[in-house]
């Protein structure tokens, strides 16, 4: 099997299939996007993965814009191009605007650059800061 190999549905292990058809129904798909299909190699992984994502984005303290907000600043910000097309699209399903889209971007932007800043500087944390 090739790096990046992409697993289709009738080609997939029964476990990966259930998988597959429960993203399908509970995200009314038709079909799982390339990222599912290639963790399908591994369906014991691709279980966990989607167990643990449906928990953590499931309703709580923050609302499904927020949340598909802050996956998306951490997708852009580890310039995984794939994930960052992947929840823009969601985030966009979930009604974040461009407007909000963009204040995101500029956002993930400025932490970078203070992150570079205090790591550069190596300062130490301000007791009134600690917890």
Known sequence: MKYGQLINYEDAAPEAQAVFDDIKT???VPDVNNAWKAMARHPAVMKRFWDRAQQVMAPGALDAKTKELIYLAVSVANGCD???ASHTHLAKGKGVSEE?????V?????????NSYATFYGQD???ALKP
């Open 100 to 104: 909000e889209l963009a204040e995101m």
């Open 82 to 84: 794939y994930c960052s």
């Open 106 to 114: 500029e956002i993930v932007g400025l932490a970078l650059q203070g």
């Open 125 to 127: 944390v301000d007791p």
């Open 26 to 28: 509970k995200r009314g």
